[in-house]
Protein backbone atom coordinates (compact mmCIF):
# COMPACT_ATOMS: atom_id res chain seq x y z
CA UNK A 1 0.00 0.00 0.00
CA UNK A 2 1.66 3.39 -0.86
CA UNK A 3 1.95 5.63 1.66
CA UNK A 4 1.37 9.52 1.87
CA UNK A 5 5.89 10.04 1.34
CA UNK A 6 5.57 7.90 -1.77
CA UNK A 7 2.75 10.30 -3.29
CA UNK A 8 3.94 13.57 -1.68
CA UNK A 9 3.37 15.03 -4.15
CA UNK A 10 -0.19 14.50 -4.81
CA UNK A 11 -0.76 15.36 -1.01
CA UNK A 12 0.86 18.78 -1.32
CA UNK A 13 -0.84 19.67 -4.21
CA UNK A 14 -4.20 18.81 -2.95
CA UNK A 15 -3.90 20.76 0.55
CA UNK A 16 -2.40 23.59 -1.71
CA UNK A 17 -5.47 23.81 -3.22
CA UNK A 18 -8.49 22.87 -0.49
CA UNK A 19 -8.76 19.70 -1.86
CA UNK A 20 -8.08 17.01 1.26
CA UNK A 21 -10.41 15.52 2.96
CA UNK A 22 -9.87 16.08 6.92
CA UNK A 23 -8.92 12.87 7.74
CA UNK A 24 -6.07 13.19 5.22
CA UNK A 25 -5.11 16.22 5.96
CA UNK A 26 -4.17 15.38 9.50
CA UNK A 27 -2.66 12.57 8.15
CA UNK A 28 -0.77 14.64 6.06
CA UNK A 29 0.15 17.26 8.82
CA UNK A 30 1.17 14.47 11.16
CA UNK A 31 3.26 13.52 8.33
CA UNK A 32 4.93 16.39 7.44
CA UNK A 33 6.04 17.05 11.49
CA UNK A 34 7.49 13.80 11.18
CA UNK A 35 9.47 13.89 8.22
CA UNK A 36 12.29 16.99 7.27
CA UNK A 37 12.37 16.07 3.53
CA UNK A 38 8.27 16.57 2.89
CA UNK A 39 7.96 19.26 5.17
CA UNK A 40 10.98 21.31 3.26
CA UNK A 41 8.79 19.94 -0.02
CA UNK A 42 5.85 21.62 1.33
CA UNK A 43 7.55 24.47 1.95
CA UNK A 44 8.72 24.75 -1.38
CA UNK A 45 5.76 23.77 -3.05
CA UNK A 46 3.89 27.12 -0.99
CA UNK A 47 6.43 29.42 -1.82
CA UNK A 48 6.43 28.49 -5.75
CA UNK A 49 2.44 29.01 -5.74
CA UNK A 50 2.92 32.54 -3.88
CA UNK A 51 5.01 33.51 -6.48
CA UNK A 52 3.36 32.47 -9.16
CA UNK A 53 0.08 34.12 -8.25
CA UNK A 54 1.20 37.52 -7.15
CA UNK A 55 3.10 37.54 -10.54
CA UNK A 56 0.40 36.18 -12.83
CA UNK A 57 -1.93 38.25 -10.96
CA UNK A 58 -0.46 41.16 -12.15
CA UNK A 59 -0.59 39.99 -16.22
CA UNK A 60 -4.22 40.31 -17.65
CA UNK A 61 -4.78 39.39 -21.33
CA UNK A 62 -6.62 42.37 -23.21
CA UNK A 63 -10.31 42.29 -23.67
CA UNK A 64 -9.73 41.51 -27.84
CA UNK A 65 -7.77 39.07 -26.75
CA UNK A 66 -10.33 35.89 -26.86
CA UNK A 67 -11.99 37.21 -30.18
CA UNK A 68 -8.70 37.31 -31.73
CA UNK A 69 -8.07 33.71 -30.98
CA UNK A 70 -11.66 32.60 -32.01
CA UNK A 71 -11.30 34.29 -35.09
CA UNK A 72 -7.77 32.71 -35.67
CA UNK A 73 -9.32 29.30 -35.28
CA UNK A 74 -12.04 30.24 -37.42
CA UNK A 75 -10.69 30.70 -39.98
CA UNK A 76 -8.45 27.80 -40.19
CA UNK A 77 -11.68 25.48 -40.17
CA UNK A 78 -12.09 24.62 -43.83
CA UNK A 79 -15.59 26.12 -45.00
CA UNK A 80 -18.17 23.63 -45.93
CA UNK A 81 -19.78 23.64 -49.26
CA UNK A 82 -22.61 22.59 -50.91
CA UNK A 83 -24.96 19.86 -49.85
CA UNK A 84 -23.36 19.03 -46.21
CA UNK A 85 -23.40 22.87 -45.57
CA UNK A 86 -26.88 22.82 -46.01
CA UNK A 87 -27.63 19.82 -44.03
CA UNK A 88 -25.38 20.95 -40.84
CA UNK A 89 -26.95 23.98 -40.78
CA UNK A 90 -30.53 22.62 -41.19
CA UNK A 91 -29.54 20.39 -38.36
CA UNK A 92 -28.94 22.77 -36.20
CA UNK A 93 -32.47 24.37 -36.11
CA UNK A 94 -35.05 22.60 -33.39
CA UNK A 95 -37.94 22.60 -35.57
CA UNK A 96 -35.93 20.51 -38.09
CA UNK A 97 -34.18 18.47 -35.30
CA UNK A 98 -37.70 17.38 -34.15
CA UNK A 99 -39.16 16.54 -36.89
CA UNK A 100 -36.00 13.73 -37.96
CA UNK A 101 -36.92 12.92 -34.76
CA UNK A 102 -40.39 12.38 -35.62
CA UNK A 103 -39.30 10.63 -39.45
CA UNK A 104 -37.16 8.13 -37.71
CA UNK A 105 -39.68 7.04 -35.04
CA UNK A 106 -42.36 6.50 -37.87
CA UNK A 107 -39.87 4.78 -39.38
CA UNK A 108 -38.90 2.05 -37.08
CA UNK A 109 -42.68 1.87 -36.41
CA UNK A 110 -43.46 0.81 -39.84
CA UNK A 111 -40.65 -1.39 -40.13
CA UNK A 112 -41.71 -3.32 -37.26
CA UNK A 113 -45.25 -3.54 -38.49
CA UNK A 114 -43.51 -5.25 -41.43
CA UNK A 115 -41.47 -7.41 -39.75
CA UNK A 116 -44.16 -8.34 -37.42
CA UNK A 117 -46.80 -8.99 -40.39
CA UNK A 118 -48.90 -6.87 -39.09
CA UNK A 119 -51.53 -4.88 -41.43
CA UNK A 120 -51.01 -1.25 -42.15
CA UNK A 121 -54.38 -0.70 -40.93
CA UNK A 122 -55.51 -1.42 -37.77
CA UNK A 123 -59.27 -2.28 -36.61
CA UNK A 124 -60.75 1.02 -35.67
CA UNK A 125 -62.40 -0.17 -32.30
CA UNK A 126 -62.84 -2.78 -30.55
CA UNK A 127 -66.69 -4.02 -31.06
CA UNK A 128 -65.26 -3.69 -34.77
CA UNK A 129 -62.62 -6.13 -34.27
CA UNK A 130 -65.08 -8.37 -32.30
CA UNK A 131 -67.65 -9.12 -34.86
CA UNK A 132 -64.81 -9.41 -37.82
CA UNK A 133 -63.23 -11.95 -35.29
CA UNK A 134 -66.64 -13.73 -35.15
CA UNK A 135 -67.96 -13.64 -38.68
CA UNK A 136 -64.53 -15.23 -39.65
CA UNK A 137 -64.89 -18.08 -36.96
CA UNK A 138 -67.76 -20.58 -37.59
CA UNK A 139 -70.14 -21.07 -34.08
CA UNK A 140 -69.03 -24.42 -31.92
CA UNK A 141 -71.80 -25.52 -29.72
CA UNK A 142 -70.47 -28.38 -26.93
CA UNK A 143 -71.96 -31.46 -26.90
CA UNK A 144 -73.97 -31.31 -23.68
CA UNK A 145 -76.38 -34.35 -23.78
CA UNK A 146 -76.13 -38.18 -23.82
CA UNK A 147 -78.83 -37.77 -27.08
CA UNK A 148 -75.95 -36.40 -29.28
CA UNK A 149 -73.13 -39.20 -27.89
CA UNK A 150 -75.51 -41.48 -28.74
CA UNK A 151 -76.13 -40.26 -32.08
CA UNK A 152 -72.67 -39.86 -32.75
CA UNK A 153 -71.55 -43.25 -31.55
CA UNK A 154 -74.52 -45.09 -33.97
CA UNK A 155 -73.03 -42.70 -36.90
CA UNK A 156 -69.81 -44.66 -36.30
CA UNK A 157 -68.10 -40.92 -35.74
CA UNK A 158 -66.65 -41.79 -32.07
CA UNK A 159 -65.34 -44.81 -31.30
CA UNK A 160 -66.97 -46.86 -28.07
CA UNK A 161 -64.03 -47.51 -25.13
CA UNK A 162 -64.83 -50.56 -22.99
CA UNK A 163 -65.23 -48.93 -19.69
Known sequence: MATI???IDNYLA??????LLENERNALHTHLVECATCRKAHQETKAMNKILEETLAQEKPDPAFEQRMLASFRSRI?????LVKLLVDLMRLRAV???AVAAVLLALVQVGRIITGEGITAP???E???E???AAQPAQLPLSSSNEVGALSKSGKIKHCPR
Open 5 to 7: HDK
Open 14 to 19: ADLHGE
Open 78 to 82: PQRRG
Open 97 to 99: QVT
Open 124 to 126: RNR
Open 128 to 130: YAA
Open 132 to 134: EQS
